[in-house]
Protein backbone atom coordinates (compact mmCIF):
# COMPACT_ATOMS: atom_id res chain seq x y z
CA UNK A 1 0.00 0.00 0.00
CA UNK A 2 1.75 3.04 -1.15
CA UNK A 3 1.70 6.05 1.32
CA UNK A 4 -1.22 9.31 0.48
CA UNK A 5 0.48 12.17 -1.48
CA UNK A 6 0.91 15.00 1.01
CA UNK A 7 2.37 18.27 -0.17
CA UNK A 8 6.01 18.67 2.03
CA UNK A 9 5.55 21.86 2.63
CA UNK A 10 3.26 24.89 3.21
CA UNK A 11 3.08 28.32 4.72
CA UNK A 12 1.06 31.26 6.14
CA UNK A 13 0.53 34.33 8.17
CA UNK A 14 -1.25 34.65 11.10
CA UNK A 15 -4.93 35.23 10.74
CA UNK A 16 -4.99 33.33 7.09
CA UNK A 17 -6.03 30.50 6.42
CA UNK A 18 -4.57 27.12 4.74
CA UNK A 19 -5.89 23.75 3.46
CA UNK A 20 -3.47 20.83 3.10
CA UNK A 21 -4.37 18.10 0.35
CA UNK A 22 -4.20 14.74 0.93
CA UNK A 23 -4.23 12.38 -2.12
CA UNK A 24 -5.04 8.53 -2.48
CA UNK A 25 -6.94 5.96 -4.51
CA UNK A 26 -10.10 4.27 -4.70
CA UNK A 27 -8.56 1.75 -2.60
CA UNK A 28 -8.29 4.45 0.40
CA UNK A 29 -9.59 7.94 0.46
CA UNK A 30 -11.56 7.69 -2.10
CA UNK A 31 -13.01 4.52 -0.73
CA UNK A 32 -13.84 4.86 2.91
CA UNK A 33 -14.83 7.85 5.12
CA UNK A 34 -12.82 6.95 7.60
CA UNK A 35 -9.94 9.85 7.07
CA UNK A 36 -7.87 11.01 10.19
CA UNK A 37 -5.43 14.40 10.40
CA UNK A 38 -2.77 14.32 13.26
CA UNK A 39 -0.98 17.28 14.56
CA UNK A 40 2.63 16.34 15.69
CA UNK A 41 5.42 18.43 17.15
CA UNK A 42 8.81 18.18 17.56
CA UNK A 43 9.82 15.44 19.88
CA UNK A 44 6.18 14.83 20.96
CA UNK A 45 3.64 12.24 20.17
CA UNK A 46 0.69 13.13 17.47
CA UNK A 47 -1.92 14.17 18.19
CA UNK A 48 -5.44 13.51 16.56
CA UNK A 49 -7.30 16.72 15.08
CA UNK A 50 -10.23 15.34 12.54
CA UNK A 51 -11.25 11.66 12.40
CA UNK A 52 -14.15 10.40 10.24
CA UNK A 53 -13.02 13.02 7.47
CA UNK A 54 -14.83 15.75 8.65
CA UNK A 55 -15.24 15.61 12.77
CA UNK A 56 -13.24 17.30 15.49
CA UNK A 57 -12.98 15.21 18.83
CA UNK A 58 -13.53 17.31 21.98
CA UNK A 59 -11.01 19.84 22.59
CA UNK A 60 -10.00 20.87 19.06
CA UNK A 61 -10.45 24.13 17.84
CA UNK A 62 -13.27 24.90 15.34
CA UNK A 63 -10.37 26.68 13.69
CA UNK A 64 -9.67 23.36 12.12
CA UNK A 65 -11.89 21.16 9.79
CA UNK A 66 -11.97 18.32 7.16
CA UNK A 67 -13.46 17.46 3.99
CA UNK A 68 -13.53 15.24 1.14
CA UNK A 69 -13.90 15.14 -2.92
CA UNK A 70 -13.46 11.99 -4.33
CA UNK A 71 -9.84 10.57 -3.83
CA UNK A 72 -8.65 13.31 -2.26
CA UNK A 73 -9.06 14.71 1.57
CA UNK A 74 -8.22 18.21 3.55
CA UNK A 75 -7.57 19.74 6.44
CA UNK A 76 -8.28 23.54 6.16
CA UNK A 77 -7.03 25.69 9.19
CA UNK A 78 -8.54 29.21 9.52
CA UNK A 79 -6.92 31.92 11.45
CA UNK A 80 -3.70 30.68 11.72
CA UNK A 81 -2.01 31.03 14.55
CA UNK A 82 2.05 30.74 15.71
CA UNK A 83 1.19 27.16 17.84
CA UNK A 84 -0.51 25.69 14.82
CA UNK A 85 3.37 25.25 12.87
CA UNK A 86 4.59 21.67 13.05
CA UNK A 87 3.77 18.84 11.20
CA UNK A 88 0.50 17.04 9.37
CA UNK A 89 0.00 13.57 8.17
CA UNK A 90 -3.57 12.18 7.26
CA UNK A 91 -4.67 9.01 7.32
CA UNK A 92 -6.41 6.24 5.89
CA UNK A 93 -8.66 2.98 6.39
CA UNK A 94 -7.45 1.03 2.88
CA UNK A 95 -9.66 -1.67 1.11
CA UNK A 96 -6.57 -4.37 2.91
CA UNK A 97 -7.82 -3.47 6.33
CA UNK A 98 -4.96 -1.69 7.01
CA UNK A 99 -4.16 2.03 7.60
CA UNK A 100 -2.20 4.30 5.47
CA UNK A 101 -0.65 7.75 6.10
CA UNK A 102 0.58 10.41 4.02
CA UNK A 103 4.03 11.62 3.95
CA UNK A 104 3.54 14.35 6.05
CA UNK A 105 3.42 17.99 5.53
CA UNK A 106 5.14 20.77 7.72
CA UNK A 107 3.51 24.17 8.32
CA UNK A 108 5.29 26.94 8.43
CA UNK A 109 3.55 30.35 10.12
CA UNK A 110 5.56 33.34 8.81
CA UNK B 1 -7.45 10.36 32.48
CA UNK B 2 -6.60 8.06 29.13
CA UNK B 3 -2.76 7.03 29.92
CA UNK B 4 -0.55 4.67 27.22
CA UNK B 5 3.12 4.50 28.64
CA UNK B 6 5.27 2.94 26.00
CA UNK B 7 8.54 0.93 27.20
CA UNK B 8 11.25 -1.76 25.70
CA UNK B 9 12.75 0.08 23.97
CA UNK B 10 16.59 -0.30 23.43
CA UNK B 11 19.86 -1.11 20.69
CA UNK B 12 19.44 -4.65 19.07
CA UNK B 13 21.49 -6.24 16.47
CA UNK B 14 19.87 -7.46 12.75
CA UNK B 15 18.36 -10.11 13.19
CA UNK B 16 17.25 -10.14 16.99
CA UNK B 17 14.51 -9.70 18.54
CA UNK B 18 12.55 -7.01 21.14
CA UNK B 19 9.46 -6.61 23.06
CA UNK B 20 7.77 -3.03 23.45
CA UNK B 21 5.13 -3.17 26.06
CA UNK B 22 2.31 -0.27 26.53
CA UNK B 23 0.77 -0.11 29.63
CA UNK B 24 -2.59 1.44 29.79
CA UNK B 25 -4.78 3.58 32.02
CA UNK B 26 -7.79 5.87 32.26
CA UNK B 27 -10.27 3.65 30.07
CA UNK B 28 -11.86 0.42 29.55
CA UNK B 29 -8.97 -1.38 27.63
CA UNK B 30 -10.13 -4.99 27.67
CA UNK B 31 -12.74 -3.31 24.76
CA UNK B 32 -10.52 -1.18 23.29
CA UNK B 33 -9.14 -1.90 19.54
CA UNK B 34 -5.27 -1.10 19.88
CA UNK B 35 -3.00 0.44 17.59
CA UNK B 36 1.36 0.50 16.57
CA UNK B 37 2.55 3.06 14.87
CA UNK B 38 6.19 3.78 14.27
CA UNK B 39 8.76 6.91 13.21
CA UNK B 40 11.86 6.57 11.86
CA UNK B 41 14.32 9.15 12.59
CA UNK B 42 12.85 12.63 10.46
CA UNK B 43 10.80 10.55 8.70
CA UNK B 44 6.78 10.26 8.81
CA UNK B 45 3.88 8.13 10.49
CA UNK B 46 4.07 4.55 9.55
CA UNK B 47 0.85 2.07 10.49
CA UNK B 48 2.59 -1.04 12.02
CA UNK B 49 -0.39 -3.15 12.82
CA UNK B 50 -3.67 -3.56 15.20
CA UNK B 51 -4.81 -5.76 17.56
CA UNK B 52 -8.98 -5.66 18.05
CA UNK B 53 -10.38 -6.72 21.43
CA UNK B 54 -11.44 -10.13 22.87
CA UNK B 55 -15.28 -9.70 21.82
CA UNK B 56 -14.17 -9.44 17.96
CA UNK B 57 -11.33 -12.74 18.21
CA UNK B 58 -8.43 -10.69 19.54
CA UNK B 59 -7.94 -10.11 15.42
CA UNK B 60 -4.82 -8.66 14.28
CA UNK B 61 -3.77 -6.70 11.14
CA UNK B 62 0.07 -6.16 10.24
CA UNK B 63 1.16 -4.00 7.88
CA UNK B 64 3.36 -5.21 4.63
CA UNK B 65 6.86 -4.70 5.83
CA UNK B 66 6.44 -6.16 8.72
CA UNK B 67 3.89 -8.90 8.37
CA UNK B 68 5.71 -12.32 9.76
CA UNK B 69 8.20 -10.68 11.81
CA UNK B 70 5.85 -8.60 14.24
CA UNK B 71 3.33 -10.30 16.58
CA UNK B 72 0.92 -7.88 18.67
CA UNK B 73 -0.65 -9.09 21.48
CA UNK B 74 -2.48 -8.12 24.58
CA UNK B 75 -3.15 -8.98 28.28
CA UNK B 76 -6.58 -7.29 29.15
CA UNK B 77 -5.71 -8.29 33.30
CA UNK B 78 -2.82 -6.00 32.75
CA UNK B 79 -4.09 -3.60 30.55
CA UNK B 80 -1.12 -4.05 28.15
CA UNK B 81 -0.41 -4.25 24.86
CA UNK B 82 2.67 -5.79 23.22
CA UNK B 83 4.34 -5.70 19.83
CA UNK B 84 6.72 -8.34 19.87
CA UNK B 85 9.68 -7.94 17.17
CA UNK B 86 11.56 -10.47 15.38
CA UNK B 87 14.44 -10.57 12.16
CA UNK B 88 14.93 -7.14 13.17
CA UNK B 89 16.36 -5.35 10.09
CA UNK B 90 18.28 -1.84 10.38
CA UNK B 91 15.27 -0.25 8.75
CA UNK B 92 12.92 -1.12 11.26
CA UNK B 93 15.07 1.63 13.83
CA UNK B 94 11.95 3.92 14.94
CA UNK B 95 10.19 5.50 17.73
CA UNK B 96 7.26 2.90 18.00
CA UNK B 97 3.79 4.67 19.57
CA UNK B 98 0.88 2.82 20.53
CA UNK B 99 -2.65 4.36 20.33
CA UNK B 100 -6.08 3.68 20.95
CA UNK B 101 -8.65 2.90 18.27
CA UNK B 102 -8.33 2.89 14.52
CA UNK B 103 -8.50 6.51 15.33
CA UNK B 104 -5.53 6.80 17.35
CA UNK B 105 -6.94 9.12 19.54
CA UNK B 106 -4.53 9.01 22.63
CA UNK B 107 -1.23 8.43 21.96
CA UNK B 108 1.70 7.04 24.55
CA UNK B 109 4.95 8.85 24.65
CA UNK B 110 6.73 6.50 21.91
CA UNK B 111 9.94 4.35 22.76
CA UNK B 112 13.18 4.37 20.17
CA UNK B 113 14.10 1.10 18.77
CA UNK B 114 17.65 1.11 17.09
CA UNK B 115 18.54 -1.79 14.84
CA UNK B 116 22.70 -1.54 14.59
CA UNK B 117 25.66 -3.47 14.42
Known amino acids: QSALTQPASVSGSPGQSITIFCTGT?????????VTWYQQHPGKAPKLMIF???DRPSGVSPRFSGSKSGTTASLTISGLQAEDEGDYYC??????????FGGGTKLTVL | EVQLVDSGGGLVRPGGSLRLSCAAS????????MTWVRQAPGKGLEWVGR??????????DYAAPVKGRFTISRDDSKNTVYLEMSSLKTEDTAVYYC????????WGQGTLVTVSS
Open chain 2, 51 to 60: IKSKSDGETT
Open chain 1, 52 to 54: DVS
Open chain 1, 26 to 34: SSDVGGYDY
Open chain 1, 91 to 100: CSFTNNATLV
Open chain 2, 99 to 106: ATGDDMGF
Open chain 2, 26 to 33: GFTFSTAL
